[in-house]
């Protein structure tokens, strides 16, 4: 296990700027839940797969159709690194830590600030599981225990209670006058 094992989070990016760079298949399996985050998306990249070329036709996110360059993750709070080019990926790496923002490494995840999830829903909750050092981080394995538990919610048999308990009374309560003897 690492020494600090990463802290688990919700971002909330509604309006707030995401800079993505890199338009192939990482990123097209990550956009769709950023755009659903309603995050503000830039897309560094002079090539794309044409599914993320569409979201950016319909206007789902902006696409600077070049490749990365220093002063790219300006104002961002949150940056996914998914280049083909490894000294970008390094400098990009290091402009988000000298700008203190989030960063995702497609390439070399020691290398990240943050680690995206395997993530599932069920029933409006959403299941994120995260490995820091189970089976060297395979993200297979991660998404195998993600499926698990999401199929165990929606089948039964991983039953979780829908309220909470009803608080218990105190003895040293109101609920009884004192008495003395």
Not at 57 to 63: H, K, R, V
Not at 106 to 129: F, L, M, R
Request: glycine share 8%; with cysteine; net charge negative.
């Amino acid at each position: 296990m690492a020494e600090h094992p990463a802290y688990p989070v919700g971002l909330r990016l509604t309006g707030r700027r995401v800079v993505v760079l890199g338009g192939g298949q990482v990123a097209q399996r990550r956009l769709p839940a950023l755009v659903a985050a309603g995050a503000d998306i830039v897309l560094v990249s002079p090539d794309v797969t044409p599914s993320v070329e569409a979201m950016a036709d319909a206007g789902e996110i902006t696409w600077h159709r070049r490749p990365y360059a220093d002063g790219d993750l300006a104002d961002a709070w949150y940056a996914l690194i998914a280049t083909n080019d490894a000294e970008a990926n390094a400098r990009a790496s290091a402009e988000a830590e000298r700008h203190r923002v989030w960063c995702v490494r497609s390439d070399d995840a020691d290398q990240a600030t943050a680690w995206t999830p395997a993530t599932g829903t069920s029933e409006g909750v959403t299941v994120a599981v995260l490995t820091t050092d189970a089976r060297g981080r395979d993200p297979r394995h991660t998404a195998a225990i993600r499926d698990a538990v999401v199929e165990g919610l929606r089948d039964g048999t991983l039953v979780a209670p829908t309220t909470a308990p009803a608080p218990r009374a105190s003895p040293w309560s109101a609920a009884a006058p004192a008495t003395r003897t």
